[in-house]
């Protein structure tokens, strides 16, 4: 049993919708597709969910909606001709999208999601018809009938533990069911939206609560490759990933995926495939818990840019019970999230996301820091990257450190601070900014290219 | 104007007297001498601290003390006759230890400092008579007089930052001073010792005090190895040393020196050599606070053993404000000093010194990871070695950590944990003890050996 879901490009046209209905007429397992709203169909094109942005402005300033709502309206009515599709569903679909300019704005903190979802809801509706009218016995599922109940916290919902019972009652369904995504209901009705890309987040929610044995996530790439391809000519696309080595992964160059869309299928233990709608025989990148068998040292080396890092000295600083903590706590006290901290014995480095930092609480670290914890020096370094080497099989592999530094050094690139935990997962570099992308590809090449 | 030290084996014999005369005659700016109790002679002998030590315990159990009162002046004796040093100073010598018997103990906290500091006392008194005799104008000096007043906690005096001004009141003698090391006087007269080791101690305190322009200490090594002697075979010893590079190597096989007699001289600037008393023409080690030119990229590489790492890992860690900040508060409410914490994404390693974790202390910490953080998952290493290889100019070469790689991983050495901070001071390497002695060989060949 598998849950596959589709993003906005795979359903733009005629003609991308053809390619889903061929993918899930091609496996009797895929039961349960999740969809988002229609996507661009060429560069000038305008997304239906930004367009539906834009209906909520006009009718929140009490203007005239027409032109943005026969633009909605016809958007869809374009596909329903194209594909032959009802004229009931044409009327179902116009009087859902003029329905919302009936919506109460004025004190309502849910009518932006109610204004959203309708791109989703709609084109579930649509897709469901069309299945239906080329032999799929496929059946719309609204959120709040499949059982997707959400905390009330607009554009940012999250599912509620007990919808999963639910969902899992969704089983026993022999049709193939049709679910919008990116939205849920609250318990009192209101419709309610994940963050944005919240299609993922859906089609995650329905494969752990049926508990498929599949999250099959539908894109426009031949999976996650092994380094941006911005950076390096053609890298190669990763077969097999652990949720781990997704996560070490995430600074840069991997996020097809909001980690957020990974939770539910982590947690219950779904494997997920990332697949290219456009090439749907290339095998993607599937995403275990566990990998299948021995697999190369390095899955995948990604560079960040953009971060900063903080670093003091004090004499007899490992001497001195609750230092790093101290220091951890002015940060926290600042609400900033910090990402690792190198030490020497007598030296403290935190390194963190440069826009969490403003002059203000620049000099605010560096006060605390000098006054409080009596630090002997303190400086802010800037422009500096961050490059992950990840695999979880680094651990069975001796020499992957020096494979690593070769290449960097090789490269003339100095190793402003380096890390590796215990779970030996990743190995992470900071480096000059300058230096990131001739990190990337001379890693690349060590791990990856021609011997 | 130098502040020598002279250590116990230094002073142990009437030999070893005559080559602390010759080297504080062969340089006239040698004007303060600050001494140690005599050590042993030989390997069966007992240190005259140790003597004390039962003299004050037999004291305090009331029971006859004349043999252990005899052995100690007979000690003092026979160096007295075997320099032709007066029977004046044999009896004002016989007569301070007689007088510790007559010390109330019950009750008195610096009893046990008083008995303690005799050995000290009464050598400098011996030794400034010593010098008198053959030719130098010198004077013993209490540290009393001297104006070394600290505070008073027996056992672990602290020097009160107002002697600095008194003591560099000596600096207009135009005498050879000897000043016993190991105690300083409290406020209200009381004898009171540093912690032990700790006539290194007023040895840097009388440096940093009369503003020396070097700190000699003298003791029975031609200064620091590269690499502890017992693992490498015959290992140069260091030329020149930051106090930085000092506290990195801290950890094993560099105790030369204890970290809290560094800091006065450290403070004032004054620039310390380790010196062999029995080889003075070797340069010994310089420890300075900056390097004096460009060295080698690595000055030292030492192993230690008996850490052990609590390792976790919990999904989506890295977004999570103020979670290091909470690990490291359960450890500092158990009293528990971290030296390194490398991370990754999603997981963490905290680094400690085994002996500060008891079955008890390991449960809570375990507990508290699972319950109150909710980690996915938590585990103590046991077993573990840090690696540092510590130079200041490693800075400037590029390639350090590749060559420390290679040696790693041509010895077969899984790096189980790495860090590096910005200062690029040093790289740590945690490894499992077993291999430790073998990571240090390949590291010391690497960086050192014949190429």
């Given at each position: 049993?598998?849950?596959?879901?589709?993003?906005?490009?795979?359903?733009?046209?005629?003609q991308?919708?053809?390619?889903?209905?061929?993918?899930?007429k091609?496996?009797?397992?895929?039961?349960?597709?999740?969809?988002?709203?229609?996507?661009k169909?060429?560069?000038?094109d305008t997304?239906?969910?930004?367009?539906?942005?834009?209906?909520?402005?006009?009718?929140?300033?009490?203007?005239?909606?027409?032109?943005?709502?026969?633009?909605?309206?016809?958007r869809?009515?374009?596909?329903i001709?194209?594909?032959g599709?009802?004229?009931k569903?044409?009327?179902?679909?116009?009087?859902?999208?003029?329905e919302?300019?009936?919506?109460?704005?004025?004190?309502?903190?849910?009518?932006y999601?109610?204004?959203?979802?309708?791109?989703?809801?709609?084109?579930?509706?649509?897709?469901?018809?069309?299945f239906?009218?080329?032999g799929?016995?496929?059946?719309?599922v609204?959120?709040?009938?499949?059982?997707?109940?959400?905390?009330?916290?607009?554009?940012?919902?999250s599912?509620?533990?007990?919808?999963?019972?639910?969902?899992?009652?969704?089983?026993?369904?022999?049709?193939?069911?049709?679910?919008?995504?990116?939205?849920?209901?609250?318990?009192?009705?209101?419709i309610?939206?994940?963050?944005?890309?919240?299609?993922?987040i859906?089609?995650s929610?329905?494969?752990?609560?049926?508990?498929?044995?599949?999250?099959?996530?539908?894109?426009?790439?031949d999976g996650?490759?092994?380094?941006?391809?911005g950076?390096v000519?053609?890298?190669?696309?990763?077969?097999e990933?652990?949720?781990?080595?997704?996560?070490?992964?995430?600074?840069?160059?991997?996020?097809?995926?909001?980690?957020?869309a990974?939770?539910?299928?982590?947690?219950?233990?779904?494997?997920?495939?990332?697949?290219?709608?456009?090439?749907?025989?290339?095998?993607?990148?599937?995403?275990?818990?566990?990998?299948?068998g021995?697999?190369?040292?390095?899955?995948?080396?990604?560079?960040?840019?953009?971060?900063v890092?903080?670093?003091?000295?004090k004499?007899?600083?490992?001497?001195?019970v609750?230092?790093?903590?101290?220091?951890?706590?002015?940060?926290?006290?600042?609400?900033?999230?910090?990402?690792h901290?190198?030490?020497g014995?007598?030296?403290?480095?935190?390194?963190?996301k440069?826009?969490?930092?403003?002059?203000?609480?620049?000099?605010e670290?560096?006060?605390?820091?000098?006054?409080?914890?009596?630090?002997?020096?303190?400086?802010?370094?800037?422009?500096l990257?961050?490059?992950?080497i990840v695999?979880?099989n680094?651990?069975?592999h001796?020499g992957?450190?020096?494979?690593?530094?070769?290449?960097?050094?090789q490269?003339?690139?100095?190793?402003?601070?380096?890390?590796?935990?215990?779970?030996?997962?990743?190995?992470?570099?900071?480096?000059?900014?300058?230096?990131e992308?001739?990190?990337?590809?001379?890693l690349?090449?060590?791990?990856?290219g021609?011997k």
């Open positions: 049993m598998k849950v596959i879901k589709f993003g906005g490009s795979s359903l733009a046209s005629a991308q919708l053809e390619k889903v209905l061929n993918i899930v091609s496996d009797p397992d895929r039961r349960f597709v999740v969809v988002s709203a229609p996507g169909r060429n560069s000038e997304k239906v969910t930004d367009a539906l942005i834009k209906y909520y402005k006009t009718s929140a300033a009490n203007q005239d909606v027409t032109g943005i709502q026969n633009w909605i309206i016809t869809f009515h374009d596909m001709s194209e594909l599709l009802s004229e569903l044409a009327q179902n679909i116009a009087f859902a999208i003029q919302l300019a009936k919506i109460e704005i004025e004190g309502n903190d849910f009518a999601d109610a204004f959203l979802a309708a791109g989703e809801d709609n084109n579930a509706k649509l897709i469901a018809e069309y239906q009218k080329n799929l016995t496929a059946r719309y609204h959120p709040k009938q499949a059982g997707i109940i959400v905390t009330g916290e607009p554009g940012n919902a599912i509620l533990p007990s919808s999963y019972d639910k969902l899992e009652e969704l089983r026993d369904s022999d049709e193939i069911l049709v679910i919008p995504g990116f939205f849920g209901v609250t318990a009192q009705g209101q309610c939206t994940f963050s944005r890309g919240g299609s993922d859906t089609g929610i329905v494969a752990a609560g049926v508990k498929a044995d599949l999250y099959e996530n539908f894109t426009d790439v996650i490759f092994a380094a941006h391809p950076v000519k053609n890298p190669h696309s990763i077969t990933l652990t949720y781990k080595e997704m996560r070490e992964l995430a600074y840069a160059g991997f996020s097809v995926l909001h980690d957020e990974l939770i539910p299928a982590y947690r219950g233990r779904v494997p997920l495939v990332i697949k290219n709608t456009n090439n749907p025989s290339h095998p993607g990148t599937k995403i275990v818990t566990k990998h299948s021995a697999t190369f040292p390095v899955v995948g080396i990604s560079g960040a840019s953009d971060f890092s903080i670093n003091m000295s004499y007899l600083m490992n001497k001195e609750g230092f790093g903590r101290k220091v951890l706590q002015i940060l926290e006290d600042l609400n900033i999230r910090f990402e901290m190198p030490t014995i007598d030296d403290m480095s935190i390194v963190l440069a826009k969490q930092l403003t002059p203000i609480k620049e000099q670290i560096i006060d605390q820091l000098t006054r409080k914890l009596e630090v002997d020096e303190v400086s802010i370094e800037k422009g990257s961050i490059i992950m695999g979880e680094m651990k069975n001796i992957v450190m020096e494979t690593a530094a070769r290449a960097l050094s490269s003339n690139i100095n190793l402003e601070m380096i890390s590796q935990g215990s779970s030996e997962l990743s190995i992470m570099f900071v480096i000059k900014t300058e230096q992308e001739e990190a990337v590809r001379s690349y090449q060590a791990f990856f021609e």
